[in-house]
C-alpha cells in the first residue's frame, strides 16, 4: 500500500499518549506502534497485551495505525503469525524491523516470506525497516531476502546517532545506496525514511532546530510521499514547526512490469525474432518494463521490454506479470564419490550457454548467484575443473531446469549462500601488497567484495583437512570469512597457520576495517550498540590475560574491554586480534632525531615569531637547559595571500638557531587572526597555498643541508570550527569554515609545501575540543569530534596532528576527570580528557603519525571557574599547585600505554602575548621545570 503522510513511531503506552497528544502539531497522520518481537537471546517472544484496543484508538483519534515488530527471525512461525494477526486486529500494515539480530538469517529470512505469502498477505501492506546501508555497513542483514514480499517500501533508519550529516545519510547511503541495491535486486520499492532527530544512543540529546532542519532540507530535495519520526519520546518543541511545515510528494505511479519465471532466465534479443542477435541475458526473478505491444515473427509473439540498463526483445510467453516464488525447493545433494564432484554452485550471476564456447549464438539464459547444478559430464575432472581459468562444465540446473555450459572459473563446489560456521583460523600473509582482495568466487574473474590486510586472522569456512591442505598452495583458493564478516574466496598461496600469539595479552586490537566496532552494555549482539570506535584501536582487556587469550581462539565469545577515551563495555572478538608482537618500542633519543624533532614531551606555545626577541629565547632556554633538556617550541606566522613576500633574515636565523640548538620547532601558518579568518575566503585557498609554499622556501628551506638532516612541524590554520577564527567578525561572516571547505585548503597547501619541502611534518589546524556554535551562513552546529571526523574525511593525506586540551580552572582533578558537557555536547569530555577522544578517533592510517598537543593550561580563575565565560577571570593562577606536574605525568601514562600512538609533546599556552602569558608567572615556570625533572620521552 502506498503512503502518503507523514508517521510518528512508538512503542510504549505513556509514549502512545505523547504521539496522539503531539500529533495535530505535528501534521501527522499514521501512528506506527510496536506489537512485539521476536525471540531474542534467552527471551522468549511476545505480543503485547490488547493490541487490538490500541489500533482502534488510534483510530478513534483520526489517525491511520500501522504495526511493527522487531525482527529477529528466531521463531519464523511466532513472527509470521504477529504480522498476519495484525491485520486482524485493525492494523493497515505491518513494518518489519530488522536489525542486527537478523545478521546472517537469511534462510529464516526466505522461511518468513514463504509463510506470509502462503497466508495470502497483501504484500504491498509489508514494509521493511532497518539500516539504511545494505551494501556497505550491513551485508549479512538479510535485506535481500526480505525485499521480495516487503513490497509496501523500505523504511532506512536515517538517524543523527551515526554522528554524519545529512549529505551522508540521506544522500549516500538512505537514498544512493538503497536505490543502488534495489536496482541489483531488480526491485522497485518506493523509499520512505524513519528520521531519528537526536544524536546518542539513548534519544536523550535531541537535535537543536536548525540541525533538524537541515536535514529536512535535505530530505526534500527527494520529495517523499512519507516520512516517520522515530519516536514520540524524542521530539521536543523546537521540532513541531518544521515537521508540520515539511512538504510531502504525491505517491510515484507504478510502472507496468513483469517478471522473467524460467530457470534459466531468458536471451534479449536486439530485435522481434530469432534471426536477430542475441546480446544479453536475464535471470530467474528479473523484472522489466513492457514498452508498446507484442509484434509477432513467425506465429511467434515478442515483447520489447526495458531493464534498467538494458533495452530488447523477448519472447512474450517468457514474461509473467505476477513476480515469481522463491527458487523451487531442492532435493539433498547427493554424497560425492572421493576426489569427484556431483553438484557444484554458481558464485555470481552468470551466463549459461549451449556449447562450451562465449559467443553470441551460443547464449541460452543466465543464472543466479547460488545457482546449484548437477555435473553431467566428466565428474573425475570436474573437482579440478571448477575455478579454473578456460575451464567449461556440462550441467543440468536444479531442479528441473534445461542442461547447459557454464565457465567452470565462475563455479564454486560450496553454496555462497548458505551460511556456514567458522572453522580453523588462519592468517594473511600479504607483506608486499600489504592486503589481500576477497572475491566473491575461487577466482581472479569473480568481483571484488572487500579486503583483509596482511597479517590479519580470518576463519575458514570449509573443513578443517581442506583447510590445510590449501593453505599456503599456489593456485587454490580457500572460502573463508573476514574479520568485517563478509564471505567470500581468497588466494590460499597468502595464507600461512595461525599460531596464537605467546605473549599475555593484555591488550587487543580491533580488527575491523570498513565499519570500525560499537561498546554494547552487555555481551550481546542484540544489545543497543554503544560508543564507537575506528579500526586498528587499541582496546585494554578487562579480563586476565590468559582468560583474554582463550577467548580470541573461540568464535562467538565476547570480551569486555575498556577504550582509549576510558569507555567500557563489550565486543565480539571476531572483530578483535591480538598484536603481533610485544610492544618493545624505547624512549626517543635527541641524538638519533633529525633537527627540528624533540625527545622530550615538554613544550612552550612561545609567540608570534616576530615577538622570538634575544631577551625571551634566552629565557625559555634557560628552564629548559636548567634540566639538561631540549624540549618543543611553537610560532606563528601570520601570512595573508602574498606570494611575492620578501625575506627577513633575522626571522630565518632566530628559527634555525632554536632547530640547530636541538629544539623541536613547530610553526604554525595562518591566513590572519580574528577577525579576517584562519584561512581566506575559499576563492584565495589556491593563493594562500602559494604562500605558505613560499614562505616554507623562503624560512625552513636550507640550501646547505641535507634534506635528511632537519624537519619541521607544520601547521595548518588554526580552530577552523570555531567561528571566530572564520572570515569576517560575528555576525558579518563572510564565509564559514566547514569541515569539507578546510579539508580542500589543507590538501592544496600541503601539495604545495611537500613541493618545496618533501620531508617536513605538515598537521592539520587543531580543532576547539570545546566549541559547537552554529556556523550560520550554512546553519550547521557541529560537535567537535564531529568536526574533526568530517575534517579527516575530507583530506588526502598528511603528517601529523596538533590537538588542544585544557581543564576549566585550575584543578588537578579535572585533569582526569571523565564529566561531560550537559546539552548538545553530552558525549565530549568537560575538561582535559578530551584529548583522548580525538587521540581514539584518528583513523587507522594515520594511528602511526606524530601527534602533538600544542595548547594547555587552565582556561580560568576563580570565581570563573569552571563556566570561564568571564574574559577577566581568564588566565593562569600564579601559584604551584602541580598542574603542569600532573598534565605531563597524564601524558606521560598515555604513552605507556602498550601499542598506543605516542604524543610527542605538550606545550603550555603561553609564553607571552595575552591574558594566559606565562613569563611573569614564576610559580606556573617553577612547577613546569619540576615537570621537567622526570623523563617524560616519547617512545619509538
Not at 551460511?419 to 608486499?432: D, L
Not at 639538561?628 to 611553537?634: A, F, I, M, T, Y
Not at 603550555?908 to 606556573?924: A, P, T, V
Request: charged residues 20%; glycine residues 8%.
Amino acid at each position: 500500500m502506498a503512503l502518503q503522510g507523514k508517521g510518528l513511531w512508538a512503542w510504549r503506552l505513556w509514549e502512545l499518549d505523547r504521539a496522539l497528544t503531539l500529533a495535530p502539531s505535528l501534521d501527522v497522520t499514521h501512528v506506527l506502534y510496536k506489537v512485539g518481537q521476536g525471540p531474542l537471546g534467552q527471551k522468549a517472544g511476545f505480543v503485547i497485551e490488547k493490541p487490538e484496543e490500541i489500533a482502534e484508538r488510534i483510530r478513534q483519534a483520526g489517525y491511520i495505525p500501522i504495526a511493527w515488530g522487531f525482527t529477529t527471525l528466531g521463531d519464523v512461525d511466532f513472527e509470521a503469525q504477529m504480522a498476519i494477526d495484525a491485520f486482524g486486529w485493525g492494523y493497515e500494515g505491518f513494518i518489519f524491523n530488522a536489525e542486527d539480530a537478523t545478521k546472517g538469517r537469511q534462510e529464516a529470512a526466505t522461511a518468513l516470506g514463504e509463510k506470509v505469502q502462503a497466508a495470502n498477505l497483501d504484500l504491498s501492506q509489508l514494509y521493511l525497516c532497518s539500516y539504511p546501508t545494505p551494501l556497505t555497513h550491513h551485508p549479512t542483514i538479510p535485506f535481500n531476502e526480505m525485499g521480495l514480499y516487503c513490497q509496501g517500501g523500505l523504511m532506512p533508519m536515517a538517524y543523527g546517532t551515526y554522528l554524519r550529516p545529512p549529505e551522508v545519510v540521506i544522500d549516500r547511503w538512505t537514498f544512493e545506496q538503497n536505490s543502488t541495491w534495489m536496482e541489483q535486486q531488480g526491485l522497485e520499492l518506493p523509499i520512505y525514511p524513519v528520521l531519528g532527530p537526536y544524536v546518542d544512543n539513548f534519544a536523550q540529546q535531541p537535535m537543536p532546530k536548525e540541525e533538524l532542519q537541515a536535514w529536512l532540507d535535505c530530505l526534500a530535495k527527494y520529495a517523499p510521499s512519507f516520512f516517520s519520526i522515530y519516536t514520540a519520546a524524542a521530539l521536543i518543541p523546537e521540532h513541531y514547526a518544521p515537521i508540520r511545515a515539511f512538504v510531502l510528494g504525491n505517491i510515484p505511479v507504478r510502472t507496468k512490469t513483469a517478471w522473467i519465471h524460467e530457470l534459466g532466465g531468458a536471451v534479449l534479443y536486439a530485435g522481434a525474432g530469432k534471426a536477430n542477435t542475441q546480446f544479453s541475458a536475464l535471470v530467474y526473478g528479473a523484472k522489466v518494463q513492457p514498452v508498446g505491444s507484442p509484434v509477432t515473427v513467425n506465429g511467434v509473439a515478442w515483447q520489447r521490454v526495458r531493464t534498467p540498463t538494458l533495452e530488447g526483445w523477448l519472447r512474450e510467453a517468457q514474461l509473467q506479470p505476477e513476480m515469481p516464488g522463491p527458487w523451487p525447493a531442492l532435493d539433498r545433494q547427493p554424497t560425492p564419490p572421493t576426489g569427484r564432484l556431483l553438484t557444484v554452485w554458481s558464485t555470481a550471476e552468470l551466463n549459461i550457454r549451449s556449447s562450451p564456447t562465449i559467443h553470441p549464438e551460443t547464449l541460452m539464459g543466465r543464472i543466479p548467484k547460488g545457482t546449484r547444478l548437477r555435473v553431467i559430464q566428466d565428474t573425475d575432472k570436474a573437482l579440478q575443473w571448477v575455478g579454473q581459468s578456460g575451464k567449461w562444465i556440462n550441467a543440468q540446473i536444479e531442479p528441473d531446469g534445461p542442461r547447459i555450459w557454464v565457465a567452470a572459473w565462475y563455479l564454486s563446489p560450496f553454496d555462497p549462500l548458505l551460511p556456514r560456521s567458522p572453522g580453523m583460523k588462519v592468517r594473511v600473509h600479504a607483506p608486499e601488497d600489504g592486503l589481500l582482495v576477497v572475491r566473491s568466487g575461487p577466482s581472479e574473474t569473480h568481483e571484488n567484495i572487500g579486503q583483509v590486510l596482511h597479517d590479519a586472522v580470518v576463519v575458514s569456512l570449509e573443513s578443517e583437512a581442506e583447510t590445510q591442505r590449501k593453505v599456503g598452495q599456489e593456485g587454490d583458493w580457500l572460502w573463508v570469512r573476514t574479520p568485517d564478516g563478509v564471505d567470500g574466496f581468497v588466494t590460499a598461496s597468502a595464507l600461512r597457520p595461525y599460531v596464537r600469539t605467546l605473549f599475555e595479552v593484555r591488550h587487543v586490537l580491533v580488527e575491523s576495517p570498513q565499519a570500525g566496532l560499537h561498546l554494547r552494555a552487555t555481551p550481546d549482539p542484540d544489545a543497543k550498540p554503544g560508543w564507537w570506535m575506528p579500526h586498528a584501536t587499541v582496546l585494554e582487556s578487562l579480563e586476565p590475560p590468559d582468560v583474554t587469550a582463550d577467548k580470541l581462539e573461540q568464535s562467538g565469545a565476547w570480551l569486555k574491554v575498556r577504550s582509549p577515551s576510558r569507555r567500557e563495555g563489550f565486543v565480539p572478538v571476531e572483530l578483535l586480534k591480538a598484536p603481533d608482537d610485544p610492544d618493545n618500542r624505547q624512549p626517543a633519543n635527541d641524538a638519533k632525531l633529525p633537527l627540528g624533532r624533540s625527545a622530550w614531551l615538554f613544550g612552550m606555545h612561545a609567540a608570534n615569531l616576530t615577538d622570538d626577541t634575544p631577551e625571551h629565547q634566552q629565557r625559555i632556554r634557560q628552564l629548559f637547559e636548567s634540566k639538561g633538556k631540549r624540549g618543543w617550541v611553537l610560532f606563528t606566522k601570520t601570512l595573508g595571500t602574498h606570494v611575492d613576500m620578501g625575506l627577513e633574515d633575522t626571522l630565518r636565523q632566530r628559527l634555525w638557531s632554536w632547530a640547530t640548538a636541538g629544539y623541536g620547532v613547530i610553526v604554525r601558518l595562518n591566513h590572519a587572526h580574528y577577525p579576517s579568518g584562519t584561512l581566506p575566503e575559499s576563492a584565495h585557498y589556491d593563493v594562500f597555498a602559494a604562500t605558505c609554499a613560499r614562505w616554507v622556501e623562503l624560512y625552513l628551506k636550507h640550501a646547505e643541508e641535507p634534506d635528511s638532516r632537519y624537519t619541521w612541524i607544520i601547521q595548518i590554520g588554526n580552530e577552523p570550527n570555531n567561528p571566530t577564527e572564520h572570515p569576517g567578525d560575528i555576525g558579518v561572516i563572510r564565509e564559514n569554515i566547514t569541515p569539507q571547505l578546510y579539508a580542500s585548503a589543507f590538501n592544496k597547501v600541503y601539495t604545495a609545501i611537500k613541493g618545496i619541502l618533501p620531508r617536513a611534518i605538515i598537521a592539520p589546524g587543531a580543532v576547539d575540543p570545546y566549541n559547537s556554535t552554529v556556523m550560520q551562513l550554512v546553519n550547521r552546529r557541529y560537535r567537535p569530534l564531529e568536526y574533526f571526523q568530517e575534517m579527516l574525511d575530507g583530506i588526502t593525506a598528511l603528517d601529523a596532528f596538533v590537538l588542544h586540551a585544557y581543564t576549566h580552572g585550575p584543578s588537578i582533578s579535572a585533569i582526569t576527570a571523565l564529566t561531560t558537557f550537559g546539552d548538545f555536547m553530552t558525549d565530549h569530555y568537560f575538561d582535559f580528557q578530551t584529548y583522548r577522544q580525538f587521540m581514539e578517533r584518528i583513523p587507522a592510517k594515520w594511528k602511526h603519525v606524530p601527534v602533538i598537543i600544542g595548547e594547555s593550561n587552565h582556561i580560568c580563575r576563580p570565581p570563573g571557574a569552571p563556566a570561564c565565560q568571564n574574559p577577566a577571570d581568564q588566565g593562569w593562577v600564579n601559584t604551584n599547585i602541580g598542574w603542569v606536574r600532573a598534565v605531563y605525568q597524564e601524558i606521560h601514562n598515555w604513552n605507556q600505554i602498550p601499542h598506543i600512538q605516542q604524543i610527542h609533546g605538550l606545550l603550555l599556552y603561553r609564553w607571552m602575548g595575552d591574558q594566559w602569558e606565562l613569563h611573569d608567572k614564576d610559580q606556573i615556570l617553577q612547577d613546569f621545570t619540576q615537570a621537567m625533572g622526570n623523563d617524560y620521552r616519547w617512545r619509538r
